[in-house]
């Protein structure tokens, strides 16, 4: 019997999707719009304290898989899109969304591995 | 074989932009573009963070600067309609049965958002948190 690798690939997006919904809003909020406004403290995005934090091997951990899913998720939901806007060449649009995503895995393992 | 085949005039861009439910449809679908570009400049931060102060800071200023800005408040609300959307399809999703009664669909997508609320507070205050 031929096995589908969908049910992986699907998992994935689906974990993606809900990591987005649960956390994008609120680090948007935090990474954005808190300490312009002043709702934060100054220091909440400050070089010292990130990479203080960022130290500890499950705070990396945490960090890749949540950046993990949801790059990839948006990359195969932006795949299927372009096909709905008529873009039908699915190996180019393939090529830029994992290419990136890829990319971004890629630069994202490399950063945290050097913090 | 018909002598006029019948073509529907259909763009193939702009199918979507005549119908309500499809503009709804591919705003949902294009919340990715932005949660991606997003993460992307999370991404960048990280590469600055371990690139050392002075390239962290220079990515600050430029995340911090006007077009930063205007892209967080576009992403910000497209974040929020992606939450929305996942939330109401959850009951169809991943139907959930206590015993032989299947749990309501309106109590699936509340509890989602309750612990949306919860993990946003805890993000929140774990941000704020002086260590």
Redesign the interface.
């Known amino acids: 019997m031929n096995q589908s690798n969908k049910p992986i690939v699907w998992g994935l997006f689906a974990a993606g999707g809900t990591v987005s919904a649960f956390l994008v809003p609120v680090l948007i909020l935090i990474t954005c719009f808190a300490v312009p406004l002043g709702l934060l403290p100054a220091d909440t995005l400050s070089y010292e304290r990130l990479s203080a934090q960022l130290q500890n091997p499950l705070s990396k951990l945490i960090t890749f898989a949540v950046l993990f899913l949801i790059i990839w998720h948006a990359a195969h939901r932006m795949r299927i899109t372009a096909h709905d806007l008529g873009v039908r060449n699915d190996t180019v649009v393939m090529l830029i969304c994992y290419g990136t995503a890829a990319a971004g895995t890629l630069l994202t393992l490399l950063a945290l591995l050097r913090i | 074989m018909s002598r006029r085949p019948y073509v529907r005039d259909l763009?193939?861009?702009g199918w979507?932009l005549n119908q309500p439910r499809y503009v709804r449809y591919?705003a949902r679908?294009?919340s990715?573009?932005f949660?991606?570009i997003?993460?992307?400049i999370?991404?960048a931060?990280?590469?600055g963070?371990?690139?050392g102060?002075v390239a962290?800071?220079d990515f600050?200023e430029t995340?911090?600067g006007p077009v930063?800005?205007i892209f967080?408040i576009i992403?910000?609300t497209f974040?929020?309609y992606?939450?929305y959307t996942?939330?109401q399809v959850t009951p169809k999703?991943m139907p959930l049965m206590i015993g032989s009664k299947r749990v309501p669909g309106p109590f699936i997508v509340a509890a989602?958002w309750f612990?949306?609320v919860v993990?946003?507070v805890a993000?929140?205050l774990l941000?704020?948190s002086?260590t």
């Open positions: 763009s193939k861009t979507w591919m679908e294009i990715a573009l949660v991606g997003y993460v992307l999370l991404m931060g990280l590469l963070l371990s690139q102060e962290y800071e600050l995340a911090e930063g800005l967080a992403a910000m974040a929020v992606h939450t996942w939330f999703a989602h612990g949306f993990v946003s993000l929140w941000a704020g002086q």
